[in-house]
């Protein structure tokens, strides 16, 4: 780098010594769990500073194929790759004669979609992103192994994220899983991201809750408290432990930080109670025998801790439920008219579901997992009975109507359940039930099940409309049609007359 570009860098804002080649590819392991779409990700050094072993196993890791070939895009300038995550365009400026030519490129353009990695960005000058993350790489004359990464960017951001996926890799580190590849997992509509560790033939399960201090928007936080929300990882150690001891499969823990929000535990699987996009029947089925199991039994409201702490878990009382169902004034109604809810639909949407709710008060109470939905109910070849389903994403545990979790479950908000196989599975729990109580109220939980269906599915419109504008995830949108027709379907079942004459009204 020329002494003119160097000025144009601030001090280094992370300096890390790598020993060696097998180290190089592991801080490119580190870097890629933390790349997104829109980054700018320029290495910087001399010839044979390492830039190329640390692209080639930044998009290996990014592919999750350790042999993909990556050829040199020196004469053709860039050469971009479609990942499942995001594509990624990786750039060999070392031939480009003007940096104006990085426009006919069409940076601008791929980032719209993906992200960059840039060698010799020098070659770019002013033409590139003023927040692109700049990784100089210096080799000690004395040392061909060593080399020497230092990071430069204005953004805080990138501050931010160098330090939580180094966190992470000191963690793993601390215990047991030293030099693991990990791998992107999940991070759609939570603020929790998931990754995949594997160490020779061990695979876990990292979970990272970056809810710690002011990373959280008080706005955000105010509502997870109004309706109940977890609010630190402990909920999944406690909520966990108390599922496995009553004998159902949820991931058992390897270890935590509650501090830094990262939680290690057993790895489940992929396959969901859902194949090529449809439910399976015996699946489902599978997952009713859960809910009856443990509807049938009793649970604790405070739980114990390894640490001597406990936990409460919260009620699921009805000022949250209006609160979740009134996202559908908050995000769908602006979405579906052009024009935000008005006061006094507000004043009658909140008192028709005060209403609704207070006609459950002899409803069943118990734990409600919230979010008993096919992608939280892990599929498990070979095992028999309730262990068939494996249960992840519990944290937001409450007490409340035990009907809103079979609602959850036969209106399943990511897959079309069809009136039939919703009627099957309804008999199905309702039969489990009164095997288990000769005395279960069918009607009084059918009454339950439609009111808690119609809430869910008021809270899921609002959800799925704020994930695509707010979150810019559109694709949430395509769930719409299933979501409306589900709650049609709900609003025609005996008692909801009020509510459906409201929302046939909203409709028009």
Known sequence: MADHDLK???????????????????????????????????????????????????????????????????????????????????????????????????????????????????????????KALWVRITQPVEDGDKRTFSFHCEDPDWQDRLTGTLEIRSFLEGVGFSGAERRFLAGDASLRSFETVEQDDRSAVLMRWPFQGDKVPEAVRAYMAKVHLAQDCRAILAVGGELRRHGLKAPEIYASDPEKGLVLSSDLGRETIVC????????????????????????????????????????????????????????????????????????????????????????????????????????????????????????????????????????????????????????????AREKQFSNFDRDAFSRAYAVMAAQRISKILGIFVRLARRDQKPAYLGHLPRMEGYLRRVLDRPGMSDLKDWYERFRG
């Open 8 to 130: 144009q860098l601030d001090a280094p804002f992370l300096t890390l010594q790598i020993s060696d080649e097998a180290g190089t590819r592991q801080l490119a392991n580190d870097l890629a769990m933390v790349l997104r779409p829109g980054d700018v990700l320029c290495l910087s050094g001399d010839l044979g500073a390492g830039k190329s072993t640390l692209t080639r196993a930044l998009l290996r890791s990014l592919a999750g194929d350790p042999e993909l070939e990556v050829p040199s895009p020196t004469f053709t300038l860039v050469q971009t790759y479609d990942f499942d995550r995001f594509d990624l365009s990786h750039f060999d400026l070392y031939r480009l004669e003007e940096p104006e030519e990085l426009e006919e490129l069409g940076l601008d353009d791929l980032l719209e979609e993906g992200a960059a990695l840039i060698e010799w960005p020098e070659k770019a000058d002013e033409f590139l992103p003023s």
């Open 276 to 431: 090529d996009g449809r439910p399976m029947p015996e699946r489902y089925h599978a997952a009713v025998e859960v809910l009856a199991k443990m509807h049938g039994e009793s649970w604790p409201e405070i739980l114990a801790l390894d640490d001597g702490s406990s936990y409460q878990v919260p009620d699921y009382s009805d000022d949250a439920l209006v609160a979740e169902a009134s996202l559908f004034l908050d995000w769908y109604v602006p979405e579906t008219t052009g024009m935000p809810a008005g006061d006094n639909m507000r004043a009658e949407f909140e008192g028709l579901w005060n209403v609704a709710l207070a006609s459950l008060s002899g409803a069943q109470r118990g734990w409600v997992l919230r979010d008993f939905h096919s992608p939280n109910l892990l599929w498990q070849e070979g095992a028999g009975g309730t262990d068939r389903i494996g249960l992840i994403d519990f944290q937001d545990t409450v007490i409340g109507p035990v009907a809103y979790d079979v609602a959850s479950l036969l209106l399943d908000a990511r897959t079309d359940v069809g009136a039939d196989l919703e009627s099957d599975l309804f008999d199905a729990y309702v039969s």
